[in-house]
């Protein structure tokens, strides 16, 4: 099996070192080999966040050349990762934008393409914080990979309190109608 | 088998833990901070943020003196704290197993600086050994406590930030205590002249069996003759990825060299590539050789290397780097941060302001612009005494409370001795908060600067009339401290 990278983008406090490290503690826990790779800005808070996870039957590089699959979790911060999206490859993207000076224009063209599913998280689960877990829905009906594993994985690594709220956003992912979103 | 996903940084502490240690100390600094951090709470180790680096080191070195097994980690620039004790303690050796961990950060995500601690190996004298996944970072952990116990040395495990951040899978195993005692041995222990001259010799003859061991665990893969690579660390991953059917001399062990493997390898290939991030470490002992490769005339020596990068410059492809051109999101404090009130008040004050290092760094930056310098741990103090010697304008000294500790202490006593006239701002937020808000030996400030001597100490808040103390300080004929406490939200 040849190497399947997936690329995670967004800014600081929307979960996505949270759900790259589910994605790989799924992926690990199915049996493939893993390796990740994050880099977080020197901000606590609002900085630019990106991570990757590739896997395969034997990983070397934790660094990505090119994606597979693409989530989005921010417009600005899609774009400045898009580009390695595969041209066979799915983008799932936010459709929420984390302002900053210069923000540029009309992101949301530069980036549709047909394999590019674009979101609006906050409104179909009216709850930003889960966001995350909707794309992780999303993203688990491409990489077939068995669901338990993915509960499984949610329960170990989400604090108790919070469990329910993301297995349904969770679940909101997975049953998404696509039909009427896009 | 019992495996489980960790990062490099985890897996160091985990190889620690399955070896034994008894105690771990580190100050805390990106890409290392994790380290420790993995090793705070087992009941087994005594763990610990120390002051600074160089203190790490030495309480690591007692408990390798008095038989147990002690891990010391920090970031590259710790080294340089710490490189006083380093030197000497490679004279004199260990009794149980010590290892230091230099996590090094090429391409500069957090730090001041890109150096390439591999030249600590060399100078020190002290074997080097460099994982390139989180498997490799547990077991080489594990290897060096070996290595510095058979061979009486103090061991380098060489991290990179790629290395330390990455994920991979682990197989886990025991933890096996270690077990010698103390061991009073002066000659060894008391580095005076007449002790130190024969363990400098004493050094020599060990790397020379160090080279003996390099030779016998790097590995060589052999596949396609056309193209070899010498390669280390996460390079190694990046051109096995591009690379698969070449042929490969992986140094787990990089100082000192498999010179043996180098010339049986290099005699086997048709072309010899070196592939190593930073320095021309390995290239530079290679042509020493006298072997012929191609090494930082073809990578670049600033910066990471990446797979594609490798790529492009092995296979003549174009190297497409995605040139970022789009806003970029810089680093700024938290909403609330108490920092904004202080550095508002010196902004408008217009002085030269001497900063140090932590969050308060970030002053610099758009839309403050209110720092002027930062080099270094501790700098602060000593260069605005130096500013105030030569120059009529005002200047003052900002300091965070850890970085104080670490490294202001000493700079305080002496100007205060060299009658500075200046103004030294300490900002107490009550931790390490850079890094995640790790506690650090706490001190009362303001009872030091008195008990140093000095008269003017002024404690301030947010709620103090900022402008018109540091004012009032500056102008005077006499060393000032003002302590700003405002705890870190973190923290909070």
């Known amino acids: 099996m040849k190497t399947k990278d997936i690329l995670l983008a967004g800014v600081g406090g929307q979960g996505v070192m949270l759900a790259s490290n589910i994605i790989s503690e799924v992926l690990f826990k199915a049996g493939f080999d893993v390796k990740t790779s994050s880099i977080k800005g020197m901000s606590q808070r609002l900085g630019s966040v990106v991570s990757s996870v590739r896997f395969g039957e034997k990983v070397y590089s934790p660094v990505i050349r090119k994606a597979d699959y693409f989530l989005g979790f921010e417009l600005l911060e899609t774009l400045r990762y898009i580009s390695y999206l595969n041209k066979g490859g799915i983008g799932i993207i936010n459709n929420y934008e984390s302002r900053i000076e210069n923000y540029p224009k009309e992101i949301i063209k530069r980036i549709k393409k047909n394999n590019v599913i674009l979101l609006d998280g906050q409104k179909m689960l009216g709850n930003k914080k889960v966001i995350n877990l909707l794309f992780l829905g999303i993203l688990s009906r491409h990489l077939g990979i068995e669901k338990r594993f993915w509960i499984e994985s949610i329960k170990e690594i989400i604090p108790e309190k919070y469990v329910n709220i993301n297995l349904r956003a969770f679940e909101e992912g997975i049953n998404v109608d696509f039909k009427n979103k896009r | 088998m019992n495996k489980k996903l960790l990062s490099g940084n985890e897996a160091i502490a985990r190889g620690a833990y399955e070896a034994g240690v008894k105690v771990a100390c580190s100050y805390p600094g990106t890409p290392a901070t994790e380290i420790n951090e993995a090793l705070v709470g087992h009941k087994e180790i005594y763990t610990e943020w120390s002051a600074n680096e160089k203190v790490a080191l030495e309480i690591a070195f007692g408990a390798c003196y008095a038989g147990k097994r002690a891990i010391v980690s920090m970031k590259h620039v710790g080294l340089n704290v710490a490189a006083d004790p380093l030197f000497t303690i490679s004279y004199a050796g260990v009794n149980s197993g010590l290892v230091i961990v230099s996590a090094d950060d090429p391409g500069i995500f957090s730090s001041q600086n890109e150096q390439d601690n591999r030249n600590y190996a060399k100078f020190a004298k002290i074997p080097m050994l460099e994982p390139s996944d989180s498997q490799e970072a547990k077991d080489f952990t594990k290897l060096a406590f070996d290595i510095s116990e058979k061979y009486d040395t103090p061991v380098l495990l060489r991290l990179t930030t790629r290395v330390s951040h990455s994920k991979s899978i682990v197989e886990l195993g025991q933890r096996k205590e270690s077990q010698k005692e103390i061991k009073k041995d002066i000659k060894k222990y008391v580095m005076i002249p007449s002790h130190a001259k024969p363990r400098h010799v004493f050094v020599e003859e060990r790397l020379k069996k160090l080279e003996d061991l390099s030779n016998k665990i790097n590995k060589i893969e052999y596949n396609n003759y056309d193209i070899g690579i010498i390669t280390n660390g996460i390079s190694y991953q990046y051109a096995k990825e ?176 060299n009658k500075s006239t200046g103004t030294v701002i300490i900002i107490d937020n009550g931790g390490t908060a850079m890094t995640g808000m790790q506690p650090y030996p706490k001190v009362d400030f303001a009872k030091l600067a008195k008990a140093i001597g000095i008269k003017n100490i002024v404690k301030i808040n947010s709620k103090s009339s900022i402008k018109s103390v540091i004012e009032n300080e500056v102008n005077k004929k006499e060393l000032s401290v003002i302590v700003y406490e405002e705890p870190c939200l973190l923290g909070k």
């Not at chain 2, 789009?326 to 217009?350: H, I, M, Q, V």
């Open chain 2, 242 to 417: 591009v690379m698969p059917n070449a042929s490969f001399l992986k140094l787990n062990m990089s100082y000192p060299l498999p010179k043996k493997l180098i010339t049986e390898f290099s005699k086997k290939v048709k072309k010899l590539y070196v592939i190593e991030e930073l320095d021309p470490f390995i290239e530079e002992q290679v042509k020493a050789l006298g072997v012929n490769c191609i090494g930082k005339e073809k990578f670049p020596i600033c910066g990471e290397l990446s797979p594609s990068m490798i790529d492009s410059i092995l296979n003549n492809k174009t190297y497409s780097k995605i040139e970022d051109v789009l806003p970029k999101r810089l680093p700024a404090w938290c909403n609330g941060c108490p920092y904004n009130s202080l550095f508002a008040a010196l902004k408008e004050l217009d002085l030269n302001v001497i900063g140090d290092i932590g969050c308060y760094t970030l002053a610099a930056l758009e839309p403050y612009n209110a720092l002027d310098v930062q080099i270094n741990m501790g700098l602060s103090i000593g260069a605005s005494f130096g500013v105030e010697k030569v120059s009529k304008e005002k200047n003052i000294a900002v300091i965070g409370d850890s970085t104080f500790v670490h490294s202001g202490i000493t700079a305080l006593i002496d100007i205060f001795n």
